[in-house]
């Protein structure tokens, strides 16, 4: 049952780190938009796309978003392993328990302060007012979510941990 269900989690980060990649190539054409509108003057066209630079940071945030929990379960996060390498295989993994309960916890807290955040911008009514003008919880939005997938693959992460060899992990080591 575990695992069918990481499985179809599995599935999931694939399609968001899927559609990062997919805000990443719109991101990319906006700002060749703008700038071939900057330096070609076309008659008709805009001299530029002023919106471009605060969307393409709008994409920047949601691409990482969209990547972080996929490139977790990847193993693709920053990590120093090589302490973990040359420890014990007992004392290492106790210290992966240790590091994915760290994880957990501050994945729980970002979370709930990213919704409490989120919560308050809306029933506020707060806004972000820059070439566009648009709710500032929109923003604020993907944060809370992102940081409860990463918060549940931490879990998935412990059970794999549980069921492996007591070593380092190696589903999650960037360099063998």
Request: hydrophobic residues 60%; charged residues 10%; proline residues 5%.
């Amino acid at each position: 049952m575990i695992g069918k269900l990481s499985q179809a989690y599995g599935r999931l980060l694939a399609a968001l780190a899927l559609l990062g990649c997919l805000l990443l190539l719109v991101m990319m054409l906006i700002i060749v938009a703008d700038v071939a509108l900057r330096n070609l003057a076309l008659p008709g066209l805009p001299g530029s796309l002023a919106w471009s630079n605060e969307i393409s940071e709008l994409l920047l945030y949601l691409v990482t978003m969209c990547v972080a929990p996929w490139l977790l379960r990847q193993g693709q996060h920053i990590r120093v392993d090589i302490v973990l390498q040359a420890l014990p295989p007992r004392v290492a993994w106790s210290l992966e328990w240790v590091g994915d309960l760290l994880g957990l916890a501050c994945c729980v807290v970002l979370a709930w302060y990213g919704a409490q955040a989120t919560l308050s911008s809306y029933l506020s009514g707060a806004v972000n007012i820059k070439t566009l003008v648009t709710p500032e919880w929109w923003s604020l939005l993907p944060l809370p979510v992102v940081f409860v997938l990463l918060a549940i693959e931490m879990v998935f992460r412990m059970i794999r941990l549980q069921q492996g060899g007591r070593a380092a992990r190696h589903d999650a080591v960037s360099a063998a």
